[in-house]
């Protein structure tokens, strides 16, 4: 998605894949394969770079140190990638930052987690502070046995974090995007909707939004960018929540990447996320992210039963000729992302219908 | 410009380069590179392909005939192609068709083109019917002699092309796709402003232009590329021409394939002409033409004394958030097409001064 963008600036994008299969090498000109774990490999095609990215936060500490000693810049960097790496890391930093946040403590023993559960008074929410992604380790538990296994790994140095689990109206995501030279640029608030713990739908921007609210949102995700001195596209989480007295809001979890809540924009804003990213990782000057159309409601593709995506397509696109379809070049696994589809216009209800008829077509679930 | 769209919709794009510098193998993960004219390497490239097209009409007709020998799909097709590529065939088939053109005649000496300017009293426009593009092979005469050169080697056989010089009011472009099965869609009719001879505005839609003439224009386009035949996207360049009684314009050239003129709708409208062109070449259902703004004005950047596009446009994209910059990956050549602007919005005067002055910045002609 960041190929069509970068060949419109005539900016040279490379890629290195760990996989001849995977999405990027079979679009991308410049696109070398191998593992990249192989340190010498990374320094080597990130000598040949002007600035080098990431597609995912996890990317290993050795990896960064051997990019950051080979001088090569790279944005966003380390110090900022901590933050979306490291959930215990992000509440910290967070929490000294004054930035709403749910109740949270570390936990290394099963006292820590009974400790905890008394004084919220209510079901916690666990996580492995590394690695997770789309519910992936992540635990809502009412007791430390649920834990266990976690916990024998933990210890004070590398504890667990442990949340309230936050009673929300519904969840929103603020998206900025924040160039080495501190210029910022910031999308509307949207509303996100997450099936079993995966984005499967975004309303921008988010409806009935109290004015209020979206610019203390939109504040919260300026402001943590430049704190944490971020560069190219952060997506902050967030729980809406029913406090009259209080922001708010809730920040869940923080993403330093083009983020699925984001996806929207390369059909309905001015300047769509991929772009952007790159402006940002270049520090060019941003563009406008302006929406073009009063809503864009996007709905997530994730694989089911339909092994072949192009002539299932097909159907849509004769159906609906706005509907913009995006893939992403994977193959069908039951539940993996592969795609999405926007559609953009002044009725929110229709779109909706439209967004969501195309994602269930292509996934399988209805046959007409 | 093609790739983008072709990633996103999961479609495979392979080009075939004549040199590896050429713009699309320095972007596009397909892209053998060797000289078109081989006919065994063209053969060998198509048939890894589902379907073939062109981003130019100047294919050789024995490469058109190679092609369709091994059995590969053409879209569009070498008979569609002939009326791109020779226009007096053009000429020929658009007058049976009863669609509005200038007078024109074949001549194959002096005396054709003697009384031919006595017949229409007037500057004659005398054209190669073959390979012309961009003002070339195209000269205003006022006697023969200023194309004895042309004459010297034409014959009844091989005729040029005679054309009176319209007085026109400005130049509209229509801009429809179609695909195998019969599918037709028609972006709005546009204005475009030239100078000399080279496309350097577009103004989509056209303004102030009357609905009657805009429907008979856009039906025109559309008959045009039913009775030729014509697969994926087709540009009709006409005249403005000042006749009450008449249908107000006459068609001036043909081009098949997405188009200068169509340059404005990767921003303006919902599917632009490359996505569109993909989807007819390919027989998917088209994309909706809709306008995404009142207005979007495109501005062509020709080379000029700027060697390196890059730092120059970090000016405008800070000057101007709403810039939408394409570069084409083009060496800077004086007068070379290098690239277009796109700006969307609601006032065309605003718009057509962001747009020119883009374009003058990036061709050097002005320095603030």
Redesign the interface.
Known sequence: ?T????????I??SVLATDAEDPA?????H?PVGPQAALERVVEFARHCDVVTFDHEHVPADVLEAIAEAGVPMHPGPKALRYAQDKLAMRVRLSELGIPCPRWASASSAADVTAFAARIGGPVVAKTPRGGYDGKGVRVISAAGEVGDWLAEASEAYPILLEEKVEFTRELAVLVARSPSGQA?AWPVVETVQTDSICTEVLAPAPHLDPGLAAAATEAGLRIAGELGVTGVLAVEMFEVPHPEGPGFVVNELAMRPHNSGHWTMDGA??GQFEQHL?AVLD?????P?L??RWTVMANVLGGDVEE??ST??HL??RD??L????Y?KSVRPGRKL?HVNV?GSDLGDLRERAQHAADYLQGVIDE
């Open positions: 998605m190929l069509g963008p970068a060949a419109e600036l005539g040279t994008l090498p079979l679009v991308a000109a696109a640029a001015v300047t402006r060019l000057p941003l563009g406008s302006r073009r159309d995506l192009y397509y097909r696109m004769a000729p706005e913009r379809v995006h893939l070049g795609g953009c």
